[in-house]
């Protein structure tokens, strides 16, 4: 119980194969021997992951995506930033949300854009508001692990939003 894997899923578009990969600890070099290989069909391209359990097995956390191109580039664990790209002030709360609603808040009554993807990548809900603050209300979107991105002035901040 409470034991962190990293799990990582490869498909080579030009052979068709894909392997999967689970480990206790972090790699520089790509394990030679998978939990899982596939061999598909060549050139066709991977269009979504679907991340599925069966009942009884029990419930995971899935708390970071990561795509690239090569293994180092996974395994690589810093992340970008433009510190003058941040959007001042900006905080939600609650989260976890468990009442249907977050709070977005800003220092600037900019007109802000707020979309909400699923791990997929799959935008869910989109909206705008002016203002310092607003209440989202994200009741027509399932539980789970969302990725909230917020544009204000051409700056952006990204946040891993809970419902429950």
């Known amino acids: 119980m409470n ?11 030009a052979t068709g194969v894909s392997n999967l990969h689970v480990l206790s600890s972090v790699s520089e070099t790509e394990p030679t021997t998978p939990e899982a290989t596939n061999t598909g069909t060549i050139g066709t391209a991977v269009s979504e992951i679907a991340f599925r359990q069966t009942s009884g097995i029990p419930d995971a956390i899935i708390d970071g995506v990561r795509v690239a191109l090569n293994w180092a580039d996974i395994m690589n664990n810093s992340t970008a930033s433009v510190k003058d790209n941040a959007i001042e002030g900006f905080t939600t709360y609650p989260n ?15 007109k802000k854009l707020v979309t909400i993807f699923n791990v997929l990548g799959k935008k869910v809900l989109s909206s705008s508001f002016s203002g310092v603050k607003s209440n989202v209300d994200v009741s027509a979107i399932s539980s789970g ?11 952006t901040a990204t946040k891993k939003l809970v419902i429950r």
Request: proline share 3%; net charge neutral.
């Open 96 to 110: 976890p949300i468990t009442n249907n609603t977050f709070t977005l808040t800003s220092k600037s009554s900019s």
């Open 3 to 13: 034991t962190t894997y990293l799990v990582v899923f490869s498909y080579e578009i």
């Open 145 to 155: 692990i969302y990725i909230l991105k917020v544009t204000e002035d051409g700056k």
